[in-house]
């Protein structure tokens, strides 16, 4: 009985888990989507337009960061942004699939990638510090710890969900 309720728990967690990659994969492509809107069209005069609608400082850090950028994007490195997001999201969305079916090696790739953000996330954090950074640091640890124990308990039992 009690394995059955942790097996449900941990299915019901896999789910969870999959639910999160997929919905990071969907906001990536539609940002790759995004991308891809602004082909042959003036992306500095937008990107001044968003600073504006947000009433940025466009001398401050970031704005003028951001409008630098758009000021040297070109419609080739539009593709190329654009094909990396539908890479990233492909590999979430089969991540996800293999989550929600069980799957050890979507488990283990789920711990592989999650370990690979950290470093990432703990210099941003030290860097500047954020609420935002902390959460998705937690979030992240708390997958990465999630999906080993998962592992090792099926490893352990000898046995799949």
């Given at each position: ?132 950074k902390l959460i998705m640091l937690v979030v992240n640890l708390g997958i990465v710890a999630f999906l080993a124990r998962v592992r090792w308990i ?8």
């Open positions: 009985m009690r394995l059955m309720t942790t097996n449900n728990r941990m299915n019901e967690g896999l789910r969870a888990v999959a639910l999160l990659e997929a919905l990071k994969g969907a906001l990536v492509l539609l940002a790759g989507f995004g991308l891809l809107a602004l082909l042959h069209r003036d992306a500095e005069a937008m990107a001044e337009a968003l600073v504006e609608r947000f009433h940025l400082n466009p001398a401050h850090r970031y704005p003028k960061i951001f409008l630098a950028l758009a000021d040297k994007i070109t419609d080739r490195h539009l593709w190329l942004l654009a094909a990396g997001a539908a890479a990233y999201a492909l590999m979430r969305f089969i991540e996800a699939f293999g989550l929600w079916r069980a799957r050890a090696w979507a488990e283990w790739f789920g711990i592989l990638s999650g370990c690979l953000y950290i470093p990432l996330e703990i210099y941003g954090l030290l860097n500047r510090f954020s609420l935002a099926t490893e352990a039992e000898g046995t799949e969900l």
